[in-house]
């Protein structure tokens, strides 16, 4: 076989492996972000998805339940029951009327069992965007590194 | 004073446009003096903008909050090395440390060859003026820093006003690691411009010969070792400031910096085989094109917040610039590719299987895999919501199936690389060189299983490991042996002197040598324990050898935060071995809650330990221990990078009495001609550099 060619098989095995690798760790991590609006709509297979939601928790909704922390998100009107039943604290900037969102898959029940919850404050680095002070948002610094909530 | 800067800011963009306009004149009208002032405009840009920025810091340190920028990321009790830092807290101020460092970038860039390379350097500054054309064009006309604060009077008239004190730096910044690690990675993005510039300069200008990738070679190395510093620093302030126990999460934010350093790593390989073999030129011109959109495409990502990742809803219409620009340097970059594209053609074809030249090439394949995987995870809900309409994310299982064998392919072709040979290697030659450091390696392997290690990705990074670092180690030796046999000397100097006469290649093997470094220390990875528990007073929390007593909860507080805070014993063999203070401390100006790990690392493992607020249900302190193994390695392993690095950038020693005349044509078929003054290594001429 001429060089090139082994050379071409070689990266073709190489490559093949690759792909393939990549779509199992695609098929394991792929998550779903869905509006709480979509999430009415969604039958099926769907349904069952790995998924990511996020909206506000409506005042006085959070309640400490055993082995679970229950509160309704709210997004446009539309509500949504959500359990947390992670193991991990809720975030400090979880409360009343904090944006959140939620990773997990819908129950037969239609509450959302959330086993992380990512949770933004409403407090100054809530800046609306292009406001001129140019705050940085939280979770994201200005320089390039990611800040993950505390938490989380 | 107050209008100094956004005047000095102002004229930078002037001068830079000219730079440009009178540059392209200059070309085209072969006037000399021409190209001089575009030249001399070039160099003014550094100098303004410089002025800009001291401005900006002046209101920082002067407490001017009728600044917006200041008054929203400074306040007057802010520790003054903290108040310099917030130049760059927020969007305005990190463009306008973009700005500086090209603009200094591209000043010593123009300055050091202003008398060489008349047919190249036009072209360059033309380049270099027209990335900072649009760089100041935001920071002038879109995210000005110099804003003012101002309030209608009662009279209705606009007047500036300012705020007593500010609103503070983000607490999260306030950690000594953030006041360099930003202009890092701001070194190693902007960096990676003078290289294109170059590369795209000698497309445009057709400059004959293999010179400009000697010339940017140099740049790149600069540029990669500030990349990779950035890199490190974020992933330790990561690691000691976001208390989650790991120091790399497949992030958005954290992929936009790698893309870069990856593929300025395969540029840094491949163009060893455009000086000497003459060839893959297409590939390298394209590698440096590459890079450089990455780095634009990373600050994109950075700073528009178009992939929402988890933690960042952030959401700014600067994206839309950078999208634009990043098109329009892709479009110059195929214009130019395609009208010169005869300019690239290759002088030589691959000879074997098993060579320098195949080592290479699977490297930047491999390489270019991990980029695009890394790339199209990063870009994959956007992709989708675009195809499918569905926005779909992926998570670290897909960035670690297919990077983690990338890795461990790339650790075996970085002990078996620098020993082939160019062009074809024989059995013998193979046998003689990997016999000693293969076994070492599979013998490392097999007492690593005795002792009970069963994580097949960690064994074979062991094995891998050792294995490299014998062919390194027995590189050095040999080399060494030679000169001290010869010169009389000791083996340690010898070392030193070989070292020094060829520092390219060793100053290679120490920075392959501290990336092996780093892949022991993340291979401990899979050995990483953690433990979660309610706790009160008087009980224990057990993890590894450990046990973790808890003597006190108490608040501590002050004018700046309050906080919770855990008094922990820790008792190893029965035996007390230290306290750690874990804390959470809610900032009261800011109201964000942050927490303070308690960290004690050791070279076998860190124990790391979070108060992880009150549970829930119980409102019981939790308290989260981590027990990462050989996490201080990677930090370790970083310090031997940048060394190297270092190193490989110093001129060799005797190099000018030798071999200056060699190098200069050193290319294409007249490999044989580059090989180290010293004879006895010239002898194996199946390893030189």
């Known amino acids: ?35 709480i609006t979509e999430l009415s709509t969604l039958q099926g297979t769907s349904l069952r998805q790995r998924m990511r939601v ?17 509160f309704v998100l709210t997004e446009q009107g539309k509500d949504l029951r959500v359990s947390y039943v992670g193991r991990d604290p809720l ?29 933004k404050c409403a407090s100054k680095y809530e800046a609306a965007p292009n406001q001129t002070s140019g705050s940085p948002q939280p979770g994201q610094t200005s320089n390039g590194v990611d800040a993950r909530p505390a938490g989380s | 004073m107050d209008i ?35 030249r001399n405009a070039g160099m003014a840009v550094f100098v303004l903008v410089t002025l800009a920025v001291a401005c900006l810091e002046y209101y920082f340190f002067t407490d001017n909050f009728s600044m917006a920028y200041v008054a929203a990321h400074s306040n007057r009790a802010l520790p003054f090395y903290y108040k310099f830092a917030a130049l760059w807290a927020g969007q305005e101020g990190s463009l ?96 990676f411009t003078v290289p294109f510039a170059f590369a795209l300069g000698a497309l445009l200008g057709r400059y004959p010969g293999e010179k400009w990738i000697h010339i940017t070679r140099r740049w790149t190395m600069i540029a990669w070792c500030f990349q990779s510093i950035g890199i490190l620093l974020g992933a330790h302030w990561a690691y000691a400031v976001l208390g989650w126990g790991g120091y790399w999460a497949w992030d958005p934010v954290e992929n936009a910096s790698l893309l870069p350093w990856i593929t300025g790593t395969a540029f840094l390989h491949s163009v060893m085989m455009q000086e000497k073999r003459g060839m893959m030129k297409v590939w390298n011109i394209w590698l440096v094109f590459t890079t450089f959109m990455l780095c634009i495409l990373g600050t994109l990502l950075t700073r528009s917040g178009i992939v929402s ?96 064998p990338i890795a461990l392919f790339l650790l075996l072709l970085t002990g078996v690389g620098p020993l082939l040979a160019w062009r074809k290697t024989s059995f013998d030659a193979l046998k003689r060189n990997f016999a000693w450091p293969l076994s070492g ?16 990705y960690s064994l074979i990074c062991l094995i891998l490991g050792v294995f490299v670092t014998l062919t390194i180690f027995s590189e050095f030796f040999r080399g060494a042996r ?58 224990t929390l057990n993890i590894g050898p450990y046990s973790i007593l808890c003597q006190n909860f108490d608040r501590v507080q002050n004018g700046n935060y309050d906080s919770e805070r855990a008094t922990l014993e820790v008792f190893r063999n029965g035996k007390s071995e230290m306290m750690l203070y874990p804390e959470r401390r809610f900032f009261l100006a800011s109201q964000v809650t942050e927490t303070m790990v308690a960290v004690q690392s050791s070279p076998l493992r860190d124990l790391y330990i979070v108060y992880a607020g009150r549970s829930p249900e119980t409102g019981q302190p939790v308290i989260h221990a981590y027990l990462n193994p050989l996490v201080k390695w990677i930090w370790f392993g970083g310090i031997v990078v940048v060394l190297g690095t270092g190193l490989a950038l110093l001129s060799n020693r005797r190099a000018a009495l030798v071999f200056r005349p060699v190098t200069e044509q050193a290319w294409g078929d007249r490999l044989p001609a580059r090989v180290s003054p010293v004879g006895a290594i010239a002898q194996r001429g199946d390893a030189n550099d």
């Open chain 2, 4 to 38: 100094l800067g956004s005047f000095s800011l102002l004229l930078a963009f002037l001068a830079a446009v000219y730079a440009m306009g009178a540059g392209i004149a200059g070309i085209v009208t072969r006037k000399t003096l021409l190209t001089k002032s575009a």
């Open chain 2, 309 to 404: 990742s988890v933690h960042a809803f952030a959401q700014s219409s600067i994206g839309n610039w950078f999208v634009g620009f990043l098109a329009l340097v892709f479009i110059v970059c195929c214009a130019s590719y395609w009208k010169n594209r005869d300019y690239l053609r290759s002088d030589n074809q691959l000879d074997s299987l098993v060579s320098r030249e195949s080592s290479f090439l699977f490297n930047n394949l491999i390489l270019l895999a991990a980029c695009f995987a890394v790339l199209w995870g990063t870009l994959f809900p956007v992709l989708s919501e675009w195809v499918v309409g569905n926005k779909i994310s992926v998570g670290p299982p897909f960035f670690n199936k297919v990077n983690i």
């Open chain 2, 482 to 539: 030679v000169i001290a046999g010869r010169d009389g000397s000791n083996l340690i100097s010898a070392v030193g002197e070989l070292t020094m006469r060829n520092t390219r290649r060793y100053g290679g093997y120490v920075v392959h040598f501290g990336m092996v470094l780093i892949f022991i220390g993340i291979a401990g990875v899979p050995f990483n324990k953690d433990v979660q528990k309610e706790m009160s007073i008087g009980q």
């Open chain 1, 91 to 119: 975030p400090d900037t979880f409360k009343d009327g904090a944006q959140a969102l939620v990773e997990g898959k819908m129950m037969p029940d239609n509450r959302f069992e959330a086993e992380q919850v990512q949770a």
């Open chain 2, 441 to 456: 390696g599979v013998l490392a392997g097999v007492i690593a299983l005795v002792f009970g290690f069963r994580d097949i």
């Open chain 2, 96 to 191: 306008l440390l973009w700005t500086w460092l090209l603009s200094t970038y591209a000043f010593f860039a123009i300055f050091i060859n202003r008398n060489k390379h008349p047919e190249l350097m036009p072209y360059v500054g033309v380049v270099l003026a027209s990335v900072q054309t649009f760089f100041l064009t935001l920071n002038n006309f879109v995210a000005s820093p110099f804003a003012v604060l101002a309030g209608a009077d009662p009279s209705g008239v606009m007047r500036v006003s300012a705020l007593s004190d500010g609103h503070g730096l983000n607490p999260l910044l306030q950690y000594p690691e953030m006041v360099i690690h930003p202009p890092m990675l701001y070194l190693g993005y902007t960096g």
């Open chain 1, 54 to 70: 996020s909206g506000n928790v409506k005042i006085g909704t959070i309640a400490h339940v055993p082995g679970s922390v229950d």
């Open chain 1, 1 to 35: 076989m001429k060089v090139r060619s082994k050379f071409l098989v070689g990266s073709g095995i190489i490559v093949i492996t690759l792909i393939s690798l990549a779509y199992l760790g695609f098929t394991q991590s792929k998550t779903y972000y869905h509006t």
